[in-house]
C-alpha cells in the first residue's frame, strides 16, 4: 500500500528526505567542521522509550514528503531561514527581528515534525501541526524556541526529539545542534498553552527565547554550552500546562 505525504495527504511519489538539510553539512564541512557525522535521540516520557543513532549524517533520511511539497513550499521556507541559520551556525552574532524570529521557529518546528519519522517507534507529532505548517508556514503561536551558543564548532551534528510527562496534554521538544547554533523547540496541541520553566540561573545565562517573539533579541547568549551543560539543561527543564480560562 502506497503512503501518503505527511503533510499534503497525497498518496505516492514520496521522495527521500534528509534529516539534516544538506546546505547545512556543506556550509559547516567549508567552514572548517566537517566530519558529516550525527547523533539522533528521542525519549518519550509517557512510554519511558528510547531510541539513539549515531551514524553519517548523509545516510538518515525519512521518505514522507511529497515532491510537490518538498520542491514547493517547503524549499520555500528552507530558502527563507537558511541566511539567519548560516549566521547562527558560524557563531557571527545577530539580533532577531520578529520576521527573523519567526522564519528560525518556524525551520525548528519544521525539523522536529520530520524527526518523529526517524524511527518507526516513535510518532508523537499530532496531525494538525503537519496541516498548520503547510497551511500557514509559520510557527504557531503556542509554540516555544530558545537559541542557545555552542561552544565550540563541532565536527558532528546533535540532534534529539523528546516528550514531556506526565500532563493533560503532550509536549515535545526538537533540540538541534549545528556548529555554534542551539535550538530548542517545544510544542504541544496548537490550541494550548503551556509553560516551559527554565532552571536559573543557567536558562537565562544561555538561553534567549525567540519565539513567540516579544521584543528585540540579541544573539548570543552571555555564556555558551557544551554536551554536558546541554544535557543538564533539558534533563532539568520542566513544562507546565496552563488550563483553558472557564
Not at 542557545?148 to 563541532?154: A, I, M, Q, T
Amino acid at each position: 500500500m502506497a503512503r501518503s505525504c505527511v503533510f499534503c495527504g497525497v498518496t505516492g511519489g514520496l521522495t527521500d528526505e534528509h534529516l539534516v538539510p544538506q546546505w547545512v553539512t556543506r556550509f559547516i564541512h567549508d567552514l572548517g567542521g566537517g566530519s558529516g557525522r550525527m547523533r539522533v535521540s528521542q525519549q518519550f516520557a509517557d512510554s519511558r522509550r528510547e531510541f539513539r543513532t549515531h551514524a553519517r549524517s548523509s545516510s538518515l533520511k525519512v521518505k514522507v514528503v511529497c515532491a510537490h511539497c518538498n520542491n514547493g513550499w517547503l524549499s520555500t521556507l528552507e530558502n527563507d531561514a537558511q541566511p539567519h541559520l548560516e549566521t547562527m551556525i558560524a557563531g557571527r552574532g545577530m539580533t532577531f527581528s520578529p520576521d527573523v524570529s519567526m522564519k528560525v521557529a518556524t525551520w525548528a518546528l519544521k525539523m522536529g515534525v520530520l524527526l518523529d519519522h526517524n524511527h518507526p517507534g516513535s510518532k508523537v507529532v499530532p496531525a494538525h501541526h503537519y496541516r498548520w505548517l503547510r497551511a500557514r508556514r509559520r510557527a504557531w503561536p503556542t509554540a516555544k524556541v530558545y537559541a542557545g551558543s555552542f561552544h565550540k564548532f563541532g565536527s558532528e551534528h546533535i540532534v534529539g526529539l523528546q516528550t514531556f510527562g506526565p500532563l493533560p496534554i503532550r509536549v515535545y521538544l526538537a533540540n538541534l545542534v549545528f556548529g555554534h547554533m542551539v535550538l530548542l523547540g517545544f510544542t504541544g496541541p496548537i490550541a494550548e498553552e503551556f509553560n516551559v520553566q527554565l532552571p536559573q540561573p543557567m536558562g537565562a545565562d544561555t538561553l534567549v527565547e525567540i519565539w513567540p517573539h516579544s521584543g528585540v533579541t540579541t544573539w548570543p547568549p552571555p555564556f555558551a554550552l557544551n554536551d554536558e551543560l546541554l544535557t543538564e539543561l533539558i534533563q532539568e527543564m520542566s513544562v507546565q500546562w496552563v488550563p483553558p480560562r472557564p
